[in-house]
């Protein structure tokens, strides 16, 4: 999708961005580090799948649904949802079960991820319900922000946006990850990795095209798109301290 450079400009990045920065927790660089256990791994993970990994498509399809004919935003959504479902664009496979195969390299089994209601933890269950809730609400646009955005982005989008941050590629992406370097994952098992390496530059362009192009500056739908995401970065927040409570991390 042609992604111009003038909507950068528009009102809604600079506060979307700010809301971006937050998305941080503090426990994340204990993941990024060795020391975890076998099960402190394993109720990150689990979690992880649990709450947007696996059904991420499905996700991307509620928010499809409500799409009017605005050509560009559904072939986008489309193609997203394609890759995420299929792996046919990156030519690997589904997405979520190339997550299940990166967590079979670190010694996990598919039924070490099998679904458990009562497993998850209340504020991680809170937080997928207002995914699903939300990608079926009008109006499209915040649906659509709120999965491809805030959900696929991360605190990097500034400087991604800004092409001061380079996701790594290739190998290069793989072998530096922390799974491989300090959690005896095989690189064979990061196919995952090697997906998103290959697509994601495109996906974050469609994101902002789809969104900035559809959100009249101080219009209503605007506001919309801002709240939706502003409410997720807080269940975010929540999903995040529990799963790091579970994990016996303390701050
Ligand atoms: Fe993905």
Request: hydrophobic share 40%.
């Amino acid at each position: 999708m042609e992604h111009a450079q003038s909507s950068l400009e528009h009102p809604l990045v600079e506060r979307l961005l700010g809301l971006m920065d937050r998305k941080h927790h503090w426990a994340y660089p204990a993941l990024t580090r060795p020391g975890l256990n076998r099960d402190q791994l394993l109720v990150h993970f689990r979690h992880e799948y649990l709450v947007y990994v696996r059904d991420f498509p499905v996700l991307l399809a509620r928010a499809l649904g409500n799409v009017p004919p605005v050509d560009e935003v559904r072939r986008a959504l489309a193609a997203n949802l394609y890759e995420e479902q299929t792996g046919g664009v990156s030519k690997t496979g589904p997405h979520p079960d190339l997550f299940i195969t990166m967590m079979n390299g670190l010694g996990f089994s598919r039924s070490d991820f099998a679904d458990d209601e009562v497993w998850l933890h209340p504020d991680a269950r809170a937080y997928r319900d207002f995914l699903f809730r939300e990608s079926a609400v009008a109006p499209w646009q915040s649906a659509v922000a709120l999965l491809t955005i805030f959900v696929e982005g991360s605190a990097n989008e500034r400087a991604e946006l800004a092409g001061t941050y380079v996701r790594r590629r290739g190998e290069d992406a793989v072998l530096q990850h922390p799974l491989v370097q300090f959690y005896g994952c095989p690189p064979d098992a990061m196919v995952l990795r090697r997906a998103h390496a290959e697509v994601e530059g495109d996906h974050r362009k469609d994101a902002w095209s789809m969104v900035l192009s559809n959100a009249i500056p101080e219009s209503r739908v605007e506001a919309q798109i801002y709240a939706v995401c502003d409410e997720a970065l807080v269940f975010w927040l929540r999903y995040r301290d529990g799963v790091a409570q579970r994990m016996g991390l303390t701050r």
